[in-house]
């Protein structure tokens, strides 16, 4: 029995050993229930699974008398781009993301792009739990197009904002390492970035789908890359996970410019041209709630998660919002991670600002965070619960796991859903210490365990 990871974004497992045609057909069966009737759209990223995986999934729909629109290759912010763009019913982004090789995933979406809310997630899982399978008629199937402008009609909205001026920015003549570690950044990006008049140094680039590092852009992973940069004397290294929601920066001296960093530097642009609230996780750097102080506006946070980022985004009407994790969320563009409109957003920044990216990252408040976990032998909301109770006299956010704010650090514990772990993010002013109160944090859990 393989592993399948369930979650309010879809399903994603090992392709043999978890994803089976079978189950592609059962969780795209209930999808279909939950939408009823109309059209979806469907694309992938690059990985050598996914037009497998396309052909069950789209077949899947036809069978229920649902039109399929496949836009191909692309990046999962474009699919859902495009689900607005077309007035589909749902799409489909057939991508694990920053997994291995050996993953895929469905990410499942609803009528305005979004990943399901926790409502429509419900709904579909109630079809699922019917287990029924009812197929139309030979004469009622849906139908399925291609749709060659998808990539475009994303490209072009960007472009289109009013606040990147590209005239300005191709004066700047970037010097850009490129790596879209093989997947679907390849099909856009090194186009994209033609556009914005940078030369570009492309790693990582064939349209291969096979991955030649591991896929997560985390600095342990790009050693290669961040040498590249120096080596090319490049202005910024750009780099990309498979399906091009993430965006992580490499500074002028091929240094990391630190993926929380990604949404800081694009909350000081953002609230510079325009005054508002300002969305970002719970474990996300305090960084954007000094920028945004400055600006003097207000930093909302909501539970991990871009469907929980995107939720608290509405409910308070932010200008801007994302994730330390190099996740870009414009509303203005649409609800979604999109490393396409971070690479914009950044390159005006960069235009105006007139200086290194380096220089930049020197001039964003200095934050560390720590990132460790611990395996547990208790209920892990049993010990979120004990953590509760024992910083009851704190300032705490309970929304997911608890979160503790003191005036020199934060602490976040969140427990794994797919693992007997609780995960410890804390960010202090430097490393040191960041590293002494994690150390802190995980003798606590085990003296409460």
Not at 10 to 30: D, Q
Request: charged share 25%.
């Amino acid at each position: 029995m393989g592993t399948l990871m369930t979650s309010i974004s879809g399903i994603r497992g090992i392709v043999g050993s978890g994803l089976e045609p079978e189950t592609i057909i059962k969780y795209t069966n209930a999808y279909a229930d939950s939408i009823g009737s109309g059209k979806v759209v469907i694309g992938r990223d690059a990985r050598i699974t996914g037009e497998m995986v396309n052909q069950i999934t789209s077949g899947t729909l036809l069978a229920k008398g649902i039109d399929v629109v496949d836009i191909g290759i692309c990046p999962t912010p474009t699919v859902q781009f495009n689900v607005k763009k077309l007035n589909a019913q749902g799409g489909i982004a057939i991508s694990a993301s920053h997994n291995p090789n050996e993953w895929n995933a469905l990410k499942l979406l609803n009528g305005t792009g979004q990943f399901l809310s926790p409502e429509e997630f419900e709904k579909m899982q109630k079809h699922l739990l019917k287990g029924e399978s009812k197929y139309k008629s030979w004469d009622k199937i849906g139908n399925r197009t291609e749709f060659k402008q998808g990539i475009q009609n994303h490209v072009d909205a960007i472009l289109d904002l009013g606040i990147i001026y590209i005239n300005e920015i191709r004066k700047r003549k970037f010097k850009v390492v490129l790596d879209c570690v093989n997947g679907a950044g390849a099909y856009v990006l090194p186009e994209f970035l033609n556009e914005f008049g940078c030369e570009v140094v492309e790693m990582n680039c064939e349209k291969t789908g096979i991955f030649p590092r591991l896929p997560e852009p985390l600095p342990e992973n790009l050693t290669e890359t961040m040498k590249k940069v120096k080596d090319a004397k490049a202005d910024i290294g750009i780099v990309v996970d498979p399906d091009v929601d993430r965006l992580v920066l490499i500074t002028d001296k091929g240094e990391p410019f630190s993926e929380e960093n990604t949404i800081v530097q694009i909350v000081k642009f953002i609230l510079s041209r325009k005054k508002g609230n300002v969305v970002v996780n719970l474990s996300t750097s305090r960084a954007v709630d000094d920028i945004a102080h400055h600006f003097g506006c207000e930093v909302f946070r909501s539970a991990v998660g871009e469907a929980n980022v995107v939720k608290k985004m509405k409910e308070v009407n932010a200008v801007i919002g994302g994730e330390g994790s190099g996740g870009v969320i414009f509303p203005e563009v649409h609800y979604g991670r999109d490393a396409l409109v971070g690479i914009a957003l950044t390159f005006q920044h960069l235009t105006e600002y007139g200086k290194t990216l380096s220089t930049l990252k020197d001039e964003l408040p200095q934050y560390f965070i720590s990132k460790k976990k611990i395996e547990i032998t208790v209920d892990p909301d049993k010990m979120i619960r004990k953590l509760t109770a024992a910083f009851s006299g704190q300032k705490v956010n309970t929304e997911d796991g608890l979160r503790v704010d003191f005036i020199d650090h934060w602490v976040h514990f969140r427990k794994s859903n797919t693992e007997p772990i609780i995960r410890i993010i804390t960010e202090a002013k430097t490393k040191a210490e960041a590293e002494k109160y994690s150390e802190n944090y995980l003798m606590k859990i085990k003296n409460l365990g």
